[in-house]
T-cell receptor, first 113, second 116 residues
Framework: GNSVTQMEGPVTLSEEAFLTINCTYT??????LFWYVQYPGEGLQLLLK?????DKGSNKGFEATYRKETTSFHLEKGSVQVSDSAVYFC????????????FGAGTTVTVRA | NAGVTQTPKFQVLKTGQSMTLQCAQDMNHNSMYWYRQDPGMGLRLIYYSASEGTTDKGEVPNGYNVSRLNKREFSLRLESAAPSQTSVYFC???????????????FGPGTRLLVL
């Protein structure tokens, strides 16, 4: 079946540091890949997505590239801010699973000033 | 345009009590979903509704029932609450598949449920 594995947190960084959150997946066929972000006390918001191999999703300074050869979709940001403190979820969906989302466990990121 | 709304925001129940969590979306989406979020486990799908009039079980349906009341509303019912159902519950909706973006889901703010 479909599954997503992402690096465990929590991750604590200083402002302007480089952030990487690893995500790998197992899926049948060609899934779409997502990063969702959950700010404290809020629901999940789509951060970025990629729908085919070698696509790069980007938003708010975050980037992730769909790597089919390594079944990975790692999230990166070059210079984090305190406002990036949140829980980040990697997820996938596929037509073979009726587009239901499969989520990773989430990674809590705290950025200190 | 409110997106996805959920009520209540917070609820405390005693074991054995029942309650219904309400969800509504104003984006004319066909598909709606209920998830629960527990520490270290990400979000797990409880039930979903691919279109008005249909519902299907997700990964963890036991102890829950759902009703797709109309295209806008999708409710989740706990008939006899148990402490294991203490969690944060999220409703989500997604686009019509004919638009090519069904896979992107939009989430409500969540309902925090405590069962004593």
């Amino acid at each position: 079946g479909n599954s997503v594995t992402q690096m465990e947190g929590p991750v604590t960084l200083s402002e302007e540091a480089f952030l990487t959150i690893n995500c790998t997946y197992t899926a049948t066929g060609y899934p779409s890949l997502f990063w969702y972000v959950q700010y404290p006390g809020e629901g999940l918001q789509l951060l970025l997505k990629a729908t085919k191999a070698d696509d790069k999703g980007s938003n708010k300074g975050f980037e992730a590239t769909y790597r089919k050869e390594t079944t990975s979709f790692h999230l990166e940001k070059g210079s984090v801010q305190v406002s990036d403190s949140a829980v980040y979820f990697c997820a996938l969906s596929a037509i073979f699973n009726d587009y239901k989302l499969s989520f990773g466990a989430g990674t809590t990121v705290t950025v200190r000033a | 345009n409110a997106g996805v709304t959920q009520t209540p925001k917070f609820q405390v129940l005693k074991t054995g009590q029942s309650m219904t969590l309400q969800c509504a979306q104003d984006m004319n989406h066909n598909s709606m979903y209920w998830y629960r979020q527990d520490p270290g486990m990400g979000l797990r799908l409880i039930y979903y509704s691919a279109s008005e009039g249909t519902t299907d079980k997700g990964e963890v349906p036991n102890g829950y029932n759902v009703s797709r009341l109309n295209k806008r509303e999708f409710s989740l019912r706990l008939e006899s609450a148990a402490p294991s159902q203490t969690s944060v519950y999220f409703c989500a909706s997604s686009d019509d598949p004919t638009s090519g973006s069904r896979e992107t889901q939009y989430f409500g703010p969540g309902t925090r449920l405590l069962v004593l």
